[in-house]
T-cell receptor, first 115, second 116 residues
Framework: AQTVTQSQPEMSVQEAETVTLSCTYD???????LFWYKQPPSRQMILVIR??????QNATENRFSVNFQKAAKSFSLKISDSQLGDAAMYFC????????????FGTGTRLTIIP | GAGVSQSPRYKVTKRGQDVALRCDPI?????LYWYRQALGQGPEFLTY????????KSGLPNDRFSAERPEGSISTLTIQRTEQRDSAMYRC??????????????FGPGTRLTVL
């Protein structure tokens, strides 16, 4: 079974600075997908970014980018120019490409933005 | 609809009662998923459907939990004889076509269940 580990329960960053959230995962599969979801105080679950394992190029979405290290099974999220609206819980998630459609989530990192 | 909707948003019930949680996916979405999220944890998979067929129910914790999607659209998650340990946020998600690995799952606002 796949597992996802987020070793940073809490992180904080000054507004306008850059922060990196860590995620590692364990799998024996070679083809899979990785996601970062954001959960603001409203408790919605919002997709931030996704990465296909077969792609070597790191995904980017505006101020959000990932550092995907397949051999190390690492998938970190970098948030540049942090804004107050980025304050949220961030969850890393794994999805197999072999039949099982479920997402497996980590335990989350709570990000605080310091004005 | 504009997004995934769930009802009720909050449900308080007494131990031993049955509850039914409803999910209305995004129109046209083939796949529908149920997750449960305890406080301070990430969501955990319960079950999922493609159209009306339940493809995987391996995450349902015991036989008190069941789900259906009879017409391939709205889904109901039913918990019988609720227990305090069932208290959690129950989340529904849908995706356009669950067979694609990059297919995004869009989440609803969740139903917060409290069992007294």
């Amino acid at each position: 079974a796949q597992t996802v580990t987020q070793s940073q329960p809490e992180m904080s960053v000054q507004e306008a600075e850059t922060v990196t959230l860590s995620c590692t995962y364990d799998t024996s599969e070679s083809d899979y997908y990785l996601f970062w979801y954001k959960q603001p105080p409203s408790r919605q679950m919002i997709l931030v970014i996704r990465q296909e394992a077969y792609k070597q190029q790191n995904a980017t979405e505006n101020r959000f980018s990932v550092n995907f290290q397949k051999a190390a099974k690492s998938f970190s999220l970098k948030i540049s120019d942090s804004q107050l609206g980025d304050a949220a819980m961030y969850f890393c998630a794994y999805r197999s490409n072999f039949g099982n459609e479920k997402l497996t989530f980590g335990t989350g990192t709570r990000l605080t933005i310091i004005p | 609809g504009a997004g995934v909707s769930q009802s009720p948003r909050y449900k308080v019930t007494k131990r031993g009662q049955d509850v039914a949680l409803r999910c209305d996916p995004i129109s046209g979405h083939v796949s529908l998923y149920w997750y449960r999220q305890a406080l301070g944890q990430g969501p955990e998979f319960l079950t999922y459907f493609n159209y009306e067929a339940q493809q995987d129910k391996s995450g349902l914790p015991n036989d008190r939990f069941s789900a259906e999607r009879p017409e391939g659209s709205i889904s109901t998650l039913t918990i019988q004889r609720t227990e305090q340990r069932d208290s959690a946020m129950y989340r529904c998600a849908s995706s356009l076509d669950g067979t694609g690995g990059t297919d995004t799952q869009y989440f609803g606002p969740g139903t917060r269940l409290t069992v007294l």
